[in-house]
């Protein structure tokens, strides 16, 4: 991977040309206006390297582009744009219009991108490509520790989008579990 620069969207574009797949989670694009918002119409310009060119770019290429988001201010809702501005709140100021192939929307985009994770270990049968509810749990301890915002509550706590850390270590036991069923051997049923 190579480092994005945060302001020169130009000097961002060559790296389309050295990737296969762009897969964009809980990642702002730009609205119609040409900047990028929090779901509460906040201009986060400052906060986010831009890479709309380079999706843009990969998905004209033809070459296949995943956006995972929760909000409808993040890189491939643009697919929907008219829906966004229409139905959610905000949606005017925040709508991005930036495509993507694929677009996944998620109550919880960390949680989207680990659904992604899972299908990914369901298909090669590599478990270590899911993410593990330990970690989860420690990820969000250390984040509460740095004092790194909750999304939903603007406060440093160990939640995610306003949900408590297990319920979010839930979900990827669930996930997890999926994906180890489905790769667990036959067995015989006495019944």
């Given at each position: ?5 945060k ?15 762009g ?81 996944y ?26 993410h ?52 667990r ?7």
């Amino acid at each position: 991977l190579k480092e994005l620069h945060k302001t020169d969207r130009a000097a961002n574009l060559p790296c389309a040309d050295e990737m296969d797949l762009g897969i964009a989670i809980e990642k702002q694009g730009a609205t119609a206006d040409g900047h990028m918002y929090s779901i509460n119409a906040h201009n986060r310009d400052h906060t986010r390297a831009n890479i709309d060119d380079v999706i843009a770019k990969l998905t004209a290429d033809g070459k296949a582009t995943i956006g995972v988001g929760d909000g409808g201010n993040e890189i491939g809702w643009g697919k929907i744009h008219d829906y966004i501005v229409t139905h959610v709140p905000c949606g005017p100021t925040i709508a991005c219009t930036i495509t993507t192939t694929h677009l996944y929307p998620a109550a919880v985009s960390n949680w989207g991108g680990y659904a992604l994770a899972a299908l990914l270990a369901l298909q090669t049968g590599d478990l270590g490509l899911c993410h593990d509810p330990k970690r989860e749990l420690e990820y969000l301890d250390l984040t509460a520790r740095m004092r790194v915002m909750d999304g939903g509550t603007g406060q440093p706590i160990n939640h995610v989008d306003g949900i408590p850390a297990g319920v979010s270590a839930a979900l990827v036991t669930i996930l997890r579990g999926l994906v180890e069923a489905y790769h667990r051997k036959p067995f015989e049923r006495p019944f």
